[in-house]
């Protein structure tokens, strides 16, 4: 009998220690998985260090889940190199994420039709540090309005930074004053002014691979309480569009480990923000998602290598401006070619239908843990880490009743 091929996962990690430790337990579970030609596969996962790396050296990981690399340019420099020089699969891109901003997602999207509230870019408040900034300044750099062009928006509105960061230096405007206020302490940060829309729900989608998740979820809430464990919050048109937007967005840039943010009204879906390098999968965020979150995360790594899935640097967008472009299409005609060219980026009808052949003990399996000590062992030791001693005991209530409401929806048939 032959030996079995053997696959490892990289975990490129910043601070977070919940979602991994829940990954690597989850991932033991899975066992060897036989494909159909009779080859036996084995997975297992590595926390990955950070070192000097020379431009030939070896990868060994064949897939990389990277937390750090949209901050930490070190790593991110090293994943370029596995991606085009070893041929590593990356769960989200470092060259869309660096080149593909908030400000370049949002151009791409109204490309595609959807429904972005208008967004103006503003200079910069205060000088960039570059000696010819002040001869470039008064020679060419026009004077503008900032109340005027506040005014045509409509208030509220919001500033945030171009390129996002987890929600740093956003604002919500509600008058000159707050505008005034807001751009002065926006200092050498590029800002976007964007209009609101009135909503009637905040909802994320967090996707990986083609599995989403839609999420009511409340911005003005603390962390713990922000995800509502809500499942019929939508219609079932926005449900769907929501999950489809998300899906789109990442297909077109290529990216599978990442959240969206829209705003509903009715049946009209607005998107804000999807670019998220690093979409939150705490336990003590998510809780209620947390074991989903963690069983697609571990079901679409082990299909990506084990199918050998090959790792994909060309976006191909030029088969959604086609669509974007054809006039004869209605806006939901075109949301459904667009999402059949996401289905097809993610192969999602062999994807199913490969996880029912190969992992179908693996639901049980991450209930099965879920109920266990070490998962309640995992969640004390983030409690602990995030919250202070006189809290504790409320929020391991608190979580601990969430997760045990979602054993109670999720048992194994």
Not at 49 to 78: K, S
Not at 164 to 188: E, F, K, M, P
Request: glycine share 4%; with cysteine.
């Amino acid at each position: 009998m032959a030996d079995p091929t053997r696959h490892l996962i990289g975990l490129l990690l910043g601070a977070e220690e919940d979602w991994p430790q829940a990954f690597e337990a989850i991932l033991r579970r899975v066992g060897p998985i036989t494909d159909a030609s009779g080859m036996v596969h084995e997975l297992q996962s590595e926390r990955l260090t950070i070192e000097p790396f020379e431009l030939t050296d070896p990868v060994r990981p064949g897939l990389v889940i990277d937390r750090l690399a949209y901050w930490y340019y070190h790593p991110r420099e090293w994943l370029k190199k596995a991606a085009l020089m070893n041929g590593t699969y990356l769960l989200n891109s470092p060259f869309t994420f660096q080149s593909m901003e908030k400000h370049s997602a949002y151009c791409a999207m109204v490309r595609l039709g959807l429904k972005i509230p208008r967004t103006v870019l503003v200079p910069y408040k205060n000088p960039v540090d570059n000696v010819r900034w002040a001869y470039t300044s008064a020679k060419y750099n026009q004077e503008f309005d900032l109340d005027a062009i506040a005014a045509d928006l409509g208030y509220p509105l919001y500033m945030k930074p171009f390129d996002g960061g987890g929600w740093r230096g956003v604002s919500r405007i509600n008058n000159q004053d707050d505008l005034h206020t807001a751009y002065d302490a926006s200092g050498a940060m590029l800002m976007h002014l964007q209009a609101t829309v009135d909503y009637e729900k905040f909802a994320r989608a967090l996707s990986i691979g083609p599995e989403t998740m839609v999420m009511d979820f409340r911005p003005d809430e603390p962390m713990h309480n922000r995800y509502a464990v809500s499942h019929d919050f939508l219609s079932d048109h926005a449900g769907s569009e929501c999950a489809a937007i998300s899906k789109i967005i990442n297909a077109f840039f290529g990216w599978e480990f990442n959240s969206a943010e829209m705003l509903v009204t009715g049946n009209e879906v607005y998107p804000i923000d999807y670019a998220n390098a690093c979409p939150d999968v705490a336990v003590t965020s998510l809780h209620y998602y947390f074991p989903w979150a963690i069983t697609a995360l571990v079901r679409w790594s082990t299909y990506a290598l084990v199918t050998e899935r090959p790792t994909s640097i060309d976006l191909h967008t030029e088969h959604y401006f086609e669509i974007a472009d054809d006039e004869s299409l209605s806006y939901e005609a075109k949301i459904t070619a667009y999402l059949a060219l996401a289905n097809e980026h993610y192969t999602t009808d062999r994807y199913w239908q490969w996880c029912e052949e190969n992992l179908p003990h693996l639901p049980e399996q991450v209930h099965d843990w879920v109920s266990s000590a070490d998962f309640k062992r995992l969640l004390q030791q983030a409690v602990d880490a995030t919250y202070p001693a006189h809290e504790r005991d409320r929020f391991m209530a608190h979580f601990g009743g969430l997760t045990g409401m979602w054993l109670k929806d999720n048992r194994p048939a």
